[in-house]
């Protein structure tokens, strides 16, 4: 092993002077006029946002979540050029499956903090040990402890043969890949760049087009799935203004990010403060992106996926597909086009952020579905 491909031991430790700042900031905040009538339609009211830093000023504790991601071993290396930092959470489990997990934006490592501990020791946790896991959960590159990327181009193609090579790295012949919001992409990609070891994908979203992108397969949808694709396009074109200028412009709204607490919380609140997540779960994501200086690099990923070579053709690993209630849905009959479906499973709770809302649902799901392609 080369010295840029040394893995290193890890620890999160935020110096007491950046908390410090990060206070007197909070403190300082110059508020937003809220729209006359109270904002609805306009973005993230002010109110909510007022109600989160209040919680962030007053009772939220950075250090009791620092702890929790320090108690699971940590590490870094240097892929591709850039620092990836991972926690890497090995079973006692004899013949546990390695597994990655990928999160997406904008969230963080924190979003597995949940599922480690069932998924790589089960017999603790009361659950059959027959299957558990080697768990590996990587911060993006640009993202959180892995700090800001040190060159453009991380879209999740990029990122899905970095997670190869980390793979490889740690010693891992075959491996499973699972993942949420980029993260599903991201492990769709690692089964393209590593097809003859992962074993399977996981993921919770597809959002597949039609096929050809031919109008005819969404006249033929039923009830169900025609509901669902007027759920997407309204989010589609009421609700994901960021998309397209973290997608075009991330370097201007990058500047904001840097220099705002409160700022970067309501950019980022738009895509968690719905979707059933604790404040305290919402306030962790956000101050580890403001710790670690990432807000502004995180949102490249945008950018970076648009400038990538769109992928052509299936991907060829079996897919598992586990679709929560809260989510923005995904339509079966247009993503049977593009993957090898071994099993999709729709649940009656939990939202975008299922690893955190329905742990349990997400963890019975992986469990289920490499049992099955692991016997396969």
């Known amino acids: 092993m080369t010295a840029n491909e040394e893995i290193h031991p890890y620890r999160i430790a935020i110096p007491?002077?950046?908390?410090?700042?990060?206070?007197?900031?909070?403190?300082?905040?110059?508020?937003?006029?809220?729209?006359?009538?109270?904002?609805?339609g306009?973005?993230?009211?002010?109110?909510?946002?007022?109600?989160?830093?209040?919680?962030?000023?007053?009772?939220?504790?950075?250090?009791?979540?620092?702890?929790?991601?320090?108690?699971?071993?940590?590490?870094t290396t240097v892929i591709d050029g850039t620092k990836v930092h991972f926690l890497h959470v090995r079973s006692p489990e004899p013949?546990?499956?390695?597994?990655?997990?990928?999160?997406?934006?904008?969230?963080?490592?924190?979003?597995?903090?949940?599922?480690?501990?069932?998924?790589?020791?089960p017999r603790r946790h009361g659950l059959d040990p027959s299957i558990a896991f080697d768990v590996v959960?990587?911060?993006?590159?640009?993202?959180?402890?892995?700090?800001?990327?040190?060159?453009?181009?991380?879209?999740?193609?990029?990122?899905?043969?970095a997670w190869a090579v980390l793979m490889r790295r740690l010693g891992y012949d075959r491996y499973g890949a699972a993942g949420n919001d980029w993260g599903s992409g991201i492990s769709l990609e690692l089964g393209r760049a590593a097809p003859d070891r992962v074993l399977g994908a996981h993921v919770t979203q597809t959002w597949d087009p039609p096929p050809d992108d031919d109008p005819k397969w969404v006249a033929e949808l039923g009830p169900k799935d025609k509901a669902a694709w007027e759920a997407f396009q309204d989010y589609v074109n009421n609700e994901a203004a960021y998309g397209a200028v973290q997608s075009q412009q991330p370097q201007t709204l990058a500047h904001a990010l840097a220099d705002s607490p409160v700022g970067l919380l309501g950019w980022n609140a738009q895509a968690m403060h719905r979707n059933g997540l604790a404040d305290d779960a919402i306030l962790t994501h956000v101050a580890i992106h403001w710790l670690t200086g990432t807000g502004g690099s995180a949102i490249r990923i945008y950018a970076d996926h648009a400038r990538e070579v769109p992928a052509t053709g299936p991907t060829t690993v079996p897919l598992g597909v586990a679709q929560f209630a809260g989510d923005l849905p995904s339509i079966r009959v247009f993503s049977e086009h593009q993957h090898t479906i071994v099993s999709w499973h729709e649940y009656d709770r939990g939202g975008h952020y299922a690893a955190q809302d329905a742990p349990d649902l997400l963890v019975h799901d992986l469990r289920g579905f490499f049992t099955a392609v692991r016997s396969r």
């Open 137 to 161: 959960v990587p911060s993006l590159p640009g993202f959180g402890f892995s700090g800001p990327a040190a060159d453009s181009g991380w879209g999740p193609q990029r990122i899905g043969r």
């Open 42 to 75: 306009y973005g993230v009211p002010v109110a909510r946002v007022r109600g989160l830093v209040e919680r962030w000023r007053r009772h939220y504790d950075w250090r009791a979540w620092e702890n929790r991601l320090n108690a699971h071993p940590q590490y």
């Open 16 to 40: 007491d002077e950046d908390l410090a700042d990060l206070r007197d900031r909070l403190d300082r905040v110059r508020w937003a006029p809220e729209p006359a009538g109270g904002g609805e």
């Open 95 to 121: 013949d546990a499956l390695p597994l990655v997990l990928s999160h997406g934006w904008p969230g963080s490592v924190a979003e597995y903090l949940e599922v480690i501990g069932p998924l790589s020791d």
